[in-house]
């Protein structure tokens, strides 16, 4: 199956093993709020969003939609 050509870029950063803990709590929060999984690194892209204030199109549904 051939993958569809996409404008996202991955880049591999290293986090501490607490900020990886810290992450993960508030993600299984919203998981269960929003009734889907969210995982440590959904909640990573969100506060980058959030905080650079990027627009929609670089949203979380592109990203999913466009890495599987």
Avoid: C
């Avoid at 950063?13 to 803990?21: C, N, V």
């Amino acid at each position: 199956m051939a993958r569809t050509k996409s404008d996202n870029v991955q880049i591999n950063i290293s986090i501490s093993t607490g900020w990886k803990t810290e992450f993960e709590t508030p993600a299984r929060i919203y998981s269960a709020e929003e009734g889907e999984s969210i995982t440590f690194l959904d909640l990573m892209r969100r506060g980058i969003q959030e905080n650079y204030q990027f627009s929609e199109q670089d949203s979380e549904e592109q990203y999913h939609s466009a890495s599987y």
